[in-house]
């Protein structure tokens, strides 16, 4: 299938006890074309989310981005952040701006809660380019295999990437505790 380049498609903002089973299995087909993880043919790769955006052009969904809310520890401080993942869209529809514009979309809802940042695991310059910053923190996290759940480990090298949503300071050399799986 060949999209053309058009004007930015409308953006759909979709709870996750909203999503119909014609959403599930649309973006489980995106989301396995666009990774090379095995996503089990879910819409989601270990855990739900709570929010999902979404852009479709004649019934297709075109591309993906996932947001969770939830409190971390950022070293002995409590922390709210949103959790940014599973941005995709279709190969054939990429280059029409279409993951800036829903990476942005999700920005704007976590600027609307009381998350204090966004949170992401990546290394695309996309993210770079929308002001996130990599982090050399070390993350500690539930490892999930399968959507299983495996060991609790700590590592360096899981891609973090963090934009502030006002004017706060990320703190870098502290060990972020995720309180449960990586997003």
């Given at each position: 299938?060949?999209?053309?380049?058009?004007?930015?498609?409308?953006?759909?903002?979709?709870?996750?006890?909203?999503?119909?089973?014609?959403?599930?299995?649309?973006?489980?087909?995106?989301?396995?074309?666009?990774?090379?993880?095995?996503?089990?043919?879910?819409?989601?790769?270990?855990?739900?989310?709570?929010?999902?955006?979404?852009?479709?052009?004649?019934?297709?969904?075109?591309?993906?981005?996932?947001?969770?809310?939830?409190?971390?520890?950022?070293?002995?401080?409590?922390?709210?952040?949103?959790?940014?993942?599973?941005?995709?869209?279709?190969?054939?529809?990429?280059?029409?701006?279409?993951?800036?514009?829903?990476?942005?979309?999700?920005?704007?809802?976590?600027?609307?809660?009381?998350?204090?940042?966004?949170?992401?695991?990546?290394?695309?310059?996309?993210?770079?380019?929308?002001?996130?910053?990599?982090?050399?923190?070390?993350?500690?996290?539930?490892?999930?295999?399968?959507?299983?759940?495996?060991?609790?480990?700590?590592?360096?090298?899981?891609?973090?990437?963090?934009l502030p949503l006002a004017d706060e300071t990320w703190n870098g050399a502290t060990e972020l505790d995720l309180m449960g799986q990586a997003f």
């Amino acid at each position: 299938m060949q999209f053309s380049p058009r004007p930015a498609l409308p953006i759909e903002r979709i709870a996750e006890t909203d999503l119909t089973p014609n959403d599930e299995t649309a973006i489980a087909a995106l989301l396995a074309r666009a990774f090379s993880a095995d996503f089990g043919g879910r819409s989601f790769f270990q855990q739900r989310h709570h929010l999902r955006f979404v852009v479709r052009e004649a019934g297709t969904v075109l591309g993906h981005a996932a947001l969770t809310l939830r409190a971390v520890r950022l070293g002995d401080t409590l922390v709210d952040i949103a959790g940014l993942a599973e941005v995709a869209t279709l190969p054939e529809a990429r280059g029409r701006g279409i993951a800036t514009a829903l990476v942005g979309a999700a920005i704007a809802a976590a600027r609307g809660g009381p998350a204090r940042f966004v949170l992401l695991f990546g290394d695309r310059p996309l993210y770079a380019g929308l002001g996130f910053v990599a982090q050399p923190n070390p993350v500690r996290f539930v490892e999930m295999t399968g959507a299983r759940t495996d060991s609790v480990v700590t590592s360096r090298d899981k891609g973090l990437m963090v934009l502030p949503l006002a004017d706060e300071t990320w703190n870098g050399a502290t060990e972020l505790d995720l309180m449960g799986q990586a997003f």
